[in-house]
């Protein structure tokens, strides 16, 4: 048994060893071609494609087996005919596809900017942009630029549609109605137009204990309300006066993109699932962005547009020695295994 545990230990010091010097050795190629961080790659996805592999697979999946081979057949001058009209089908109008999936920094605003310039670079006049929009809303300042990310396709004249499948609330609303058509899914969550603040004030449970905080600003109202601090009426008037002009601001973007909606009524922080917010002129379609995104696959080619991080060099090798510790941590208890059975 102990020349086992001895084997077992050799067998892994030096698997340790390798990955070390593995790592070392890509740390090294890392730093002398100067590679740091991730890059990024533009995924192009043509969803008529996809949608048409996979209807032929559900055809022969459902067909007997005398008609696969008929089938299979119509497929292949299908294609002939396809490649022939190959001119007809790029002279189609194009729908671009986007995602965007907020949290409460809205990160991916970033990555909706670059994906917004990639389809201004070439989209044609009669070309339209989808989103596939979900959020629950986050930062104010976030969010507004997220929004004017998307009103740079509405200022270039590019047709633009946002479809909701769960929820634009908040902020997710600020950016859906910048769009020239916005549908949304029948139990959609849209609305709460409002600003919202909070955070908790610890004073009375320091000032217990005998701890003074000492907040030092230059500005009447450099800090209105605070954690640590004791608050006052004017600072929490100042505070709600802010809360109130962010509210105005909200109002005026959502009033301005959508003038027929009467803002008052809807403005106060409530939110509606889709049917209703079509009735209160919300949104104006309901329905899901599968079926959407099917129904103009008819007259025009749908490509999805993604940017991916393409992991670095450093990054997969990281990954491929792990793996491989691991396989070999795992061969090497199956040995010690063995050897067990084989003292017994």
């Known amino acids: ?47 008529n494609q996809t949608r048409r592999q996979r209807l032929r697979r559900m055809q022969l999946v459902a067909s007997q087996p005398g008609a ?31 995602d965007f999936h907020g949290d409460l920094k809205a990160s991916a605003a970033g990555r909706l900017a670059e994906e917004v310039s990639a389809v201004l670079e070439v989209a044609g006049a009669n070309d339209e942009a989808v989103l596939r929009l979900e959020s629950a809303g986050g930062l104010v300042h976030s969010y507004g630029l997220a929004a004017a990310e998307l009103d740079r396709l509405r200022q270039a004249g590019l047709t633009t549609t946002i479809c909701v499948d769960k929820v634009a609330a908040s902020g997710g609303y600020l950016m859906a109605c910048g769009a020239d058509r916005l549908r949304a899914a029948p139990f959609a ?44 009426e004017e600072g929490r008037d100042k505070f709600v006066e802010d809360l109130e002009t962010t509210h105005q601001l909200f109002k005026r973007h959502v009033a301005e993109r959508r003038p027929g909606l009467d803002i008052e009524a809807v403005a106060t922080g409530e939110i509606w699932f889709g049917s209703d917010a079509l009735e209160r002129g919300l949104v104006d379609d309901l329905g899901t962005s599968e079926a959407y995104l099917v129904e103009r696959m008819r007259e025009a080619r749908v490509i999805s547009v993604k940017l991916e991080q393409k992991p670095t060099l450093s990054h997969r090798l990281g990954l ?25």
């Open 1 to 47: 048994m102990n020349e086992w545990l001895t084997d077992f230990g050799m067998f892994v010091a030096q698997l340790l060893t390798l990955a070390l010097v593995v790592g070392l050795g890509a740390a090294l190629y890392m730093k002398a071609r100067g590679e740091t961080g991730e890059r990024s790659r533009l995924r192009l996805e043509e969803l």
């Open 68 to 98: 696969r081979k008929g089938l299979l057949k119509a497929f292949h001058r299908d294609d002939k005919a396809q490649a022939r009209g190959k001119g007809e089908q790029l002279a189609r109008p194009t729908v671009w596809v986007l």
């Open 189 to 232: 969550v849209i609305g709460s137009i409002g600003v919202v603040a909070q955070l908790p004030n610890l004073h009375r449970l320091l000032k217990r204990h005998d701890i003074d905080v000492e907040l030092l600003t230059a500005g009447r109202y450099k800090r209105t309300l605070t954690v640590f601090g004791e608050n006052t």
């Open 320 to 344: 491929g020695v792990s793996r491989g510790v691991e396989r070999g941590v795992e061969r090497g208890l199956e040995m010690l295994d063995a050897g067990r059975w084989q003292k017994r």
